[in-house]
């Protein structure tokens, strides 16, 4: 029997994680993942990140592994929560975890890539991009215009000896500044308004065929890898399953993070309130008042600690 389960080990996860741990709360910590770090270990494990207090620059892998090294106990991942039943005075999850309450913080849910048709299935066609140290001195393409596409380009060109950014529209939707350092690169070439159309694959090299975008042109480059930045489709419907009241922005929650239902708390960005604005670092207050607020309701009796420099 656990005091608290903790769904999600993203950012806000794990320092949930290591708050609870400074309360002396018996937690489990859940991730549906194979590793721990959520979409910033996955998506942008080498974005420099730059609105975390006290750090005024940190890679996001950096920022997973110092959240990481404060945790006594081991996060349970590849483990992805599929049921959540209320009994009397605990919560029972997947037939198998017994926790008193619960903190919700998955993000933006379970997420998949927007993949491309299948006949572009290939090997050295990659949705995720952990480490751009491994396509060195290799040729690569990034397919798309937004944050993820501008980010991925910026970091391959340190490695690789060309990058072909392809993007549908003129318009990149993706930071301005980020679009123009890749201007300035003499190893990047910006490709618009193109669309990916078929692949062949010869002498290790995948020649890309693109066609025009509102124009008869085509066009054929060849590369090594295919990185697609097409987005992610986030999966909320387990949500709604349990019972939980949303809306379009996430799981409604109280000034003390509570859900609708009782002993199920939420926080990061999968919560929705008025005025919320989606940061790492608000979602770390978040997780602070839930766990305040799941101590005094485990625990009436004791008197809690609110001030960090009293624990």
């Given at each position: 029997m656990f005091d608290l389960a903790i769904i999600g080990a993203g950012p806000v996860?794990?320092?949930?994680?290591?708050?609870?741990n400074l309360h002396n709360l018996k937690t489990a910590t859940f991730e549906a993942l194979d590793s721990a770090g959520g979409q910033v270990q996955m998506l942008f494990p080498n974005k420099n990140i730059q609105?975390?207090?006290?750090?005024?620059?940190?890679?996001?892998n950096q920022l997973v592994k110092k959240l990481k090294d404060n945790i006594s106990e081991p996060v349970i991942v590849n483990n992805k929560i599929q049921m959540i039943e209320k009994k009397n005075d605990y919560f029972l999850l997947n037939n198998t975890y017994k926790a008193k309450t619960v903190l919700l913080t998955t993000g933006l849910g379970a997420f998949h890539p927007k993949k491309l048709p299948a006949k572009f299935d290939n090997e050295h066609i990659?949705?995720?991009?952990?480490?751009?140290?491994?396509?060195?001195?290799?040729?690569?393409?990034?397919?798309?215009?937004?944050?993820?596409?501008?980010?991925?380009?910026?970091?391959?060109?340190?490695?690789c000896k060309e990058v072909n950014l392809i993007h549908r529209r003129n318009e990149f939707r993706g930071l301005e500044s980020n679009l123009k350092t890749l201007q300035t690169l003499k190893n990047v070439k910006i490709l618009t308004p193109y669309l990916p159309k078929d692949i062949n694959v010869v002498d290790n090299l995948?020649?890309?065929?693109?066609?025009?975008?509102g124009?008869?042109?085509?066009?054929?480059?060849e590369t090594n890898d295919i990185f697609v930045a097409y987005g992610y489709k986030s999966d909320n419907r387990l949500l709604k399953k349990w019972g939980l009241t949303l809306n379009q922005e996430g799981i409604l929650v109280d000034r003390s993070?509570?859900?609708?239902?009782?002993?199920?708390?939420?926080?990061?960005?999968?919560?929705?309130?008025?005025?919320?604005?989606?940061m790492i670092a608000l979602g770390f207050g978040e997780a602070q008042i839930a766990i305040s607020n799941i101590m005094a309701k485990l625990f009436p009796e004791k008197k809690i600690t609110l001030h960090s420099t009293s624990i």
């Open positions: 996860g794990l320092f949930a994680t290591q708050f609870a609105d975390i207090p006290t750090y005024s620059s940190i890679k996001g990659h949705y995720f991009m952990p480490d751009a140290q491994i396509y060195q001195n290799k040729i690569a393409t990034v397919l798309g215009g937004g944050d993820s596409a501008l980010d991925w380009a910026i970091e391959l060109a340190q490695y995948i020649q890309l065929q693109l066609k025009g975008v124009n008869n042109d085509s066009s054929m480059i993070m509570a859900t609708n239902i009782s002993g199920i708390y939420a926080a990061g960005d999968n919560v929705s309130y008025p005025g919320r604005v989606p």
